[in-house]
């Protein structure tokens, strides 16, 4: 396994907090906001209610005709709820899909940069990751010509994950559709659905049913903390899964279930709420980062990240994420994090408030200038 190098940046940030440092975080990957109160009701409710047992290993079965609902909805794709497992957020369902697919030297495509766990998964697993470079130039969208020129006998899988961690892309539907057709398993990444700030993000679904679909509440509803997430697959998967599932980890946490199910059918208001937030605040970042010089050839509309070109500072980002730290007091993630391609660029998080936001560009805007005449 390697590490996560951004835990390395937030845990060196709490070090510094403890000595009394005020330090801005633009590094972490995770929502500010509180959970929406029809979830936070919707659990103390499930344990009044005695929900604190073993649940069906593949999930409570209203949640996942809650999900079945939701994809329906807003996609338009009809999944039967037998097709769906509920997992303890999106990471393990992950690991049962790379646990399900590969036998050792198996390999699985995955973008460059992308989120900096699926190599590590990957390998868990016994496969090898492929990556394939994705640029700024093209807007950070993969190409399927790309992907087929990787395609081997070994090939089991390609990864995509739209909107995009680490660079807010949102895969258009024409390079969604190119790639479903281009005989790979496509497993889809979907965490970050919901969180689009221009035109809408489309599921695999809608071009092929027999992908493998990832995703979760821990973004979109800002419930990291409670672990919830879930995989729909091809029926034939289901009962293998299932019988992983059953051994690994019995079943996901049945309150928080229950929760699932308000989150999906009670917190449109919140959510949408939070997304207007986001909106606002990336606007106001991506303005900010470009005009203190960082290059961001595409503007990124989705999730909560910007990708930003820092080459002309630095061309070592681990470095420069660290100086940022202890010079600037703000934490931003290494762009070597999410592979080699990532190396020259800074992840800034705009999952904290825009007055936060904007105290950490002035700090990282006097430390350029200091920077400069040094
Ligand atoms: C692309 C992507 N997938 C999956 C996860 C993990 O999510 P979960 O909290 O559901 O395990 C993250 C978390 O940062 C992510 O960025």
Redesign the pocket.
């Known amino acids: 396994m390697t590490p996560f190098l951004v835990m390395d940046v937030l845990e060196r940030a709490h070090a510094m907090e403890r000595q009394g440092i005020d330090v801005v975080h633009l590094e972490v990957?995770?929502p500010d906001f509180d959970i929406p109160g029809p979830v936070r009701e919707a659990v103390a409710a499930a344990l009044a209610e005695g929900h604190t047992h073993y649940t069906h290993s593949l999930g409570d079965f209203e949640l996942r005709e809650a999900i079945a609902e939701h994809y329906a909805d807003r996609y338009g794709v009809s999944v039967d709820p037998e097709r769906i497992v509920v997992s303890?957020?999106?990471?393990?369902?992950?690991m049962l899909v790379f646990s399900l697919l590969l036998e050792a030297g198996d390999e699985v495509i995955i973008s460059d940069p992308?989120?900096a766990?699926?190599p590590n998964f990957i390998r868990f697993a016994g496969g090898v990751p492929v990556p394939v470079p994705i640029c700024e130039e093209d807007g950070f969208q993969l190409s399927a010509e790309m992907v087929a020129r990787r395609i081997t006998s070994r090939t089991r899988a390609l990864v995509i994950?739209s909107p995009?961690?680490?660079t807010g892309t949102v895969l258009s539907g024409e390079r969604m559709e190119e790639i479903a057709q281009l005989g790979v398993r496509v497993i889809s990444?979907e965490?970050?659905h919901g969180l689009v700030y221009v035109g809408r993000e489309r599921s695999i679904l809608e071009f092929t049913d027999d992908a493998i679909v990832?995703?979760?509440?821990?973004?979109l509803y800002a419930?990291?903390g409670l672990?919830?997430?879930y995989l729909i697959a091809p029926q034939k998967f289901i009962r293998p899964i299932q019988k992983m599932q059953q051994n690994l980890f019995i079943c996901a946490n049945s309150a928080v279930q229950r929760a699932g199910i308000a989150a999906l059918r009670d917190a449109g208001e919140d959510v949408e709420r939070m997304r207007r937030t986001y909106d606002e605040r990336r606007r106001y970042m991506v303005r900010r980062l470009r005009k203190l010089g960082f290059g961001i050839a595409a503007e990124p509309t989705g999730?909560f990240y910007v990708f930003a070109n820092a080459r002309h500072i630095s061309a070592d980002s681990y470095s420069l994420a660290f100086e940022i730290l202890e010079r600037a007091r703000v934490g931003v993630a290494p762009g070597i994090d999410f592979g080699a391609e990532g190396e020259g660029y800074l992840r800034f998080s705009y999952a904290n408030s825009i007055e936060r936001i904007a105290e950490g560009l002035d700090r990282i805007e006097e430390y350029l200038v200091d920077r400069e005449r040094r």
């Open positions: 990957g995770e303890s957020g999106t990471s393990p369902a992950m992308g989120y766990c699926y994950n995009s961690n680490p990444d965490i970050y990832l995703n979760g509440f821990s973004k419930m990291t672990r919830l997430g999730a």
